[in-house]
């Protein structure tokens, strides 16, 4: 079977041929680093992962490169800057915003099970990059600089009598929709309402950088651009996949194809777009002010991170995904039955059922099903290959039961002790005791097993019920 994945622009799903099988090459949109990443932003970084391993298995590990950027330059940092550390000079400041939230993130999806991507750029060390991109899209007629701001004109582009893709054809919108439902009050530099920010001048005491465009102020970037910079820098003029989730279709990739394509006087910026669906928590859209807003990091001191991953690949990525208790109780359940059975079994090769699944649009929730099917037939060693191919069984069986007890809240040492003081009432045949300290685990949701050692000693082994 051959590899298909749905493209957005094209809006069908089609084989995948890539512009060089010997460097495949895929770009998805980071976070913003200003605070801990929610359990939504998990969700392209581990479908992508999927993807990003589906893709080393097909052609092999050295020729895949997979970039995922960080965006480090936002006024959502800036302000979370000036909050948290008043006392501080606001670019050191924001340095530390962003040293922070961008080790949180790596803690964070490392424990996912998330491989880290060939590259991750920094938005504020491709500036030079960015100022090109700009400097060329103003000689191409694309891009106009007023009032210290430079900005991308759609309607340049859509009048550019050439190769070029028609603005809008991305997010299947026309423009000219755009212009006649664009607001009244647009800023006054702007030519036309539709016409987004490639720069902007950075206010007193914010990051800022030598302007292109001959503008003397300094200034900064805006985001769309922060992307086609990063990912002409490591991937080049085109590449195969760009990925994110689908509320970055509009404006931001719409835009990013914009800038690249019209730059680099190109028919396309990736030959592949691919975005995942949202997040939801128990039927409600994650906020602040519901109350339902779930960082990675909180869920992670409940369960580990494969239950997560689990959790999250058991509905297709096109799909919405309702996050609930429920079912990451159940994910629980499966990975812990999956680990005692195939954990410590040295793997065979990843199932031809599973990896289909996979050719077929990441299809994870069929390749779950496949692993029960290896899991009902007995196929260990297929079932330890596929889960790996997956990003599971990073643990073995004593490592994942051990990571289970502390999840649990249960302190192991406390429990060793109450089984000695229960083997020492039995010796004395205190029976009333020993019953009493048994059922004083069992509240603690331990329970407890009693045999003998290979010298005919008495043992108690315990696991959590
Ligand atoms: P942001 O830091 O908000 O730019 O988001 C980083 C990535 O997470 C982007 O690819 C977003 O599309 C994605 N994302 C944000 N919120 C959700 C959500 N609730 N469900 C799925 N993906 C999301
Ligand atoms: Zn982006």
Same mark, same amino acid.
């Given at each position: 079977?051959?590899?298909?994945?749905?493209?957005?622009?094209?809006?069908?799903?089609?084989?995948?041929?890539?512009?060089?099988?010997?460097?495949?090459?895929?770009?998805?949109?980071?976070?913003?680093?200003?605070?801990?990443?929610?359990?939504?932003?998990?969700?392209?970084?581990?479908?992508?992962?999927?993807?990003?391993?589906?893709?080393?298995?097909?052609?092999?590990?050295?020729?895949?490169? +997979?970039?995922?950027?960080? =965006?480090?330059?936002?006024?959502?940092?800036?302000?979370?800057?000036?909050?948290?550390?008043?006392?501080?000079?606001?670019?050191?400041?924001?340095?530390?915003?962003?040293?922070?939230?961008?080790?949180?993130?790596?803690?964070?999806?490392?424990?996912?099970?998330?491989?880290?991507?060939?590259?991750?750029?920094?938005?504020?060390?491709?500036?030079? *990059?960015?100022?090109?991109?700009?400097?060329?899209?103003?000689?191409?007629?694309?891009?106009?600089?007023?009032?210290?701001?430079?900005?991308?004109?759609?309607?340049?582009?859509?009048?550019?009598?050439?190769?070029?893709?028609?603005?809008?054809?991305?997010?299947?919108?026309?423009?000219?929709?755009?212009? &006649?439902?664009?607001?009244?009050?647009?800023?006054?530099?702007?030519?036309?309402?539709?016409?987004?920010?490639?720069?902007?001048?950075?206010?007193?005491?914010?990051?800022?950088?030598?302007?292109?465009?001959?503008?003397?102020?300094?200034?900064?970037?805006? !985001?769309?651009?922060?992307?086609? &910079?990063?990912?002409?820098?490591?991937?080049?003029?085109?590449?195969?996949?760009?990925?994110?989730?689908?509320?970055?279709? @509009?404006?931001?990739?719409?835009?990013?194809?914009?800038?690249?394509?019209?730059? @680099?006087?190109?028919?396309?910026?990736?030959?592949? !777009?691919? $975005?995942?669906?949202?997040?939801?928590?128990?039927? *409600?859209?994650?906020?602040?002010?519901?109350?339902?807003?779930?960082?990675? $990091?909180?869920?992670?001191?409940? !369960?580990?991170?494969?239950?997560?991953?689990?959790?999250?690949?058991?509905? $297709? +990525?096109?799909?919405?995904?309702? !996050? =609930?208790?429920?079912?990451?109780?159940?994910?629980?359940?499966?990975?812990?039955?999956?680990?005692?059975?195939?954990?410590?079994?040295?793997?065979?090769?990843?199932?031809?059922?599973?990896?289909?699944?996979?050719?077929?649009?990441?299809?994870?929730?069929?390749?779950?099903?496949?692993?029960?099917?290896?899991?009902?037939?007995?196929?260990?060693?297929?079932?330890?290959?596929?889960?790996?191919?997956?990003? @599971?069984?990073? *643990?073995?069986?004593?490592?994942?039961?051990?990571?289970?007890?502390?999840?649990?809240?249960?302190?192991?040492?406390?429990?060793?002790?109450?089984?000695?003081?229960?083997?020492?009432?039995?010796?004395?045949?205190?029976?009333? *005791?020993?019953?009493?300290?048994?059922?004083?685990?069992?509240?603690?949701?331990?329970?407890?097993?009693?045999?003998?050692?290979?010298?005919?000693?008495?043992?108690? =082994?315990?696991?959590?019920?």
């Amino acid at each position: 079977m051959e590899l298909r994945l749905y493209d957005t622009l094209s809006r069908e799903k089609r084989a995948f041929v890539p512009l060089d099988a010997k460097n495949v090459r895929m770009y998805v949109c980071g976070p913003t680093v200003y605070d801990f990443a929610h359990i939504g932003n998990a969700r392209p970084v581990i479908v992508f992962d999927v993807l990003f391993r589906l893709l080393r298995h097909l052609y092999g590990e050295a020729h895949v490169t +997979y970039v995922r950027n960080i =965006t480090d330059v936002d006024d959502k940092i800036n302000d979370r800057a000036a909050r948290d550390f008043p006392g501080l000079p606001l670019n050191e400041a924001i340095r530390k915003v962003t040293e922070q939230t961008g080790q949180q993130f790596h803690a964070d999806v490392d424990a996912l099970g998330a491989l880290r991507p060939s590259v991750e750029p920094r938005a504020t060390e491709h500036i030079g *990059e960015m100022r090109e991109i700009i400097e060329r899209l103003i000689a191409g007629g694309f891009a106009y600089a007023a009032e210290d701001h430079v900005l991308f004109s759609p309607q340049a582009m859509n009048a550019a009598n050439s190769e070029l893709p028609r603005y809008g054809a991305l997010s299947k919108r026309s423009l000219d929709e755009m212009i &006649a439902g664009a607001r009244v009050d647009v800023a006054p530099y702007k030519r036309d309402a539709t016409d987004f920010v490639l720069w902007k001048p950075s206010k007193p005491g914010e990051p800022s950088w030598p302007s292109p465009a001959g503008i003397k102020a300094e200034g900064r970037p805006g !985001w769309h651009v922060e992307c086609s &910079a990063m990912a002409w820098k490591h991937l080049g003029e085109q590449f195969d996949i760009h990925g994110g989730g689908i509320d970055l279709v @509009f404006p931001h990739h719409e835009n990013e194809v914009a800038q690249t394509c019209c730059a @680099f006087h190109q028919q396309r910026m990736a030959n592949y !777009w691919m $975005h995942n669906g949202f997040l939801q928590v128990e039927s *409600e859209k994650m906020s602040k002010s519901l109350g339902n807003f779930i960082t990675i $990091h909180e869920l992670l001191a409940d !369960w580990p991170g494969e239950v997560l991953r689990l959790n999250m690949l058991k509905t $297709h +990525y096109t799909s919405p995904i309702d !996050w =609930t208790m429920k079912s990451l109780e159940e994910s629980a359940k499966t990975l812990n039955d999956w680990y005692r059975f195939a954990a410590d079994v040295a793997p065979s090769k990843p199932a031809t059922s599973v990896v289909d699944a996979l050719l077929d649009d990441l299809n994870t929730p069929q390749a779950i099903a496949a692993l029960h099917g290896l899991r009902n037939s007995s196929d260990a060693a297929g079932l330890s290959a596929s889960l790996r191919l997956l990003g @599971f069984l990073s *643990e073995s069986v004593a490592q994942w039961e051990g990571r289970k007890r502390k999840a649990s809240g249960v302190d192991a040492g406390e429990i060793d002790r109450l089984i000695a003081e229960r083997t020492a009432a039995r010796a004395r045949k205190d029976f009333k *005791e020993s019953d009493r300290i048994r059922d004083e685990l069992a509240v603690k949701g331990v329970v407890i097993k009693d045999g003998k050692d290979a010298d005919g000693k008495p043992v108690t =082994t315990w696991e959590l019920a």
